[in-house]
């Protein structure tokens, strides 16, 4: 099956660099990159087309504020692939990650990851290159200090097969948090679309990044599952610019959710 999985930037080439190189150990190799930028950043543009042995596409738009969505509708009208892998500029996954998301992929469902969240030091000798962030996947007993960090979700980088035996029991003997989280999510071609993509009328706020996809992909009829400790990834540390996401917008969604309007007013088809 044919993947693109979907990257969201911002101008970071340096933790562009740390993905794509990630996503040339892949297991599995079937996939194209399609980096949807939200800007036009010209060191952006530097590296992308500098990259060599992946299938690599790059949509741009003008940098007036932040318009995620719609860049990650361009990320999905530049698109070739059957099944659809999105993640964030700043995480970085595991070099089983786009096999995960195909072994659990499913027709009518919607696969719902987490994230490790990296320490400012291990962050800083990654981007450094004292440090693979591989020999963390592949020994993650070694940074058992991580567990110790507040909000580092440490028991989120734990991998299990999807193909072994241990996984489905644990899924079986603990309920699992199925919320979208917009960092590691993916979904059928044809599921995106039935939607419209990404709601734009969101302005800058983080409702259209997962807390609207979310319901907006139940309504529809499709099961929102977890891939948790599968599919996992890490998050790298940067300081945060918080998102408002004011009343006005937030009571569209209730109304949408209340409404069942569960196609986007302003998606793809905008484009």
């Known amino acids: 099956m044919k993947v693109s999985i979907i990257v969201a930037v911002y101008k970071d080439a340096g933790s562009l660099a740390l993905i794509i190189d990630a996503l040339k150990r892949q297991t599995y190799k079937s996939f194209e990159v399609v980096i949807a930028e939200d ?33 990650q509708n361009n990320g999905i009208i530049a698109s070739s692939g059957e099944y659809l892998i999105f993640i964030d500029g700043d995480c970085v996954p595991y070099t089983t990650f786009i096999e995960a998301h195909v072994a659990l992929a499913e027709k009518g469902s919607v696969l719902s990851g987490r994230r490790v969240n990296l320490s400012e ?24 200090g991580l567990a110790f960090e ?14 072994g035996w241990l996984y489905p029991l644990l899924a079986k003997l603990r309920k699992r948090n199925t919320s979208l989280l917009g960092c590691n999510f993916s979904c059928f071609r044809d599921d995106m679309i039935l939607i419209n993509g990404f709601d734009e009328g969101y302005g800058e706020t983080s409702l259209s990044d997962d807390t ?25 540390w940067h300081t945060y ?8 917008y937030w009571n569209k969604m209730v109304e949408n959710k209340v409404e069942k309007r569960f196609i986007a007013e302003k998606g793809l088809l905008s484009h």
Not at 241 to 248: K, V
């Open 39 to 71: 800007g036009e950043n010209s060191d952006m543009r530097d590296f992308v087309t500098s990259i060599k042995g992946l299938d690599v596409k790059h949509t741009t738009q003008e940098d007036i504020g932040i318009r995620k969505a719609r860049s």
């Open 121 to 144: 030091a291990l962050t800083k000798k990654i981007k450094k290159s004292h440090l693979d962030v591989v020999d963390i996947e592949k020994r993650l007993y070694k940074y058992i």
């Open 150 to 163: 507040k909000n580092s979700k440490y028991e989120y980088g734990v991998y299990f097969s999807p193909n």
């Open 212 to 236: 609207d996809l979310d319901w907006r992909f139940r309504a529809c009829g499709l099961t929102v599952k977890s891939c948790k400790n599968i599919a996992n990834m890490f998050h790298l």
């Open 241 to 248: 610019n918080e998102r408002d996401i004011g009343s006005f």
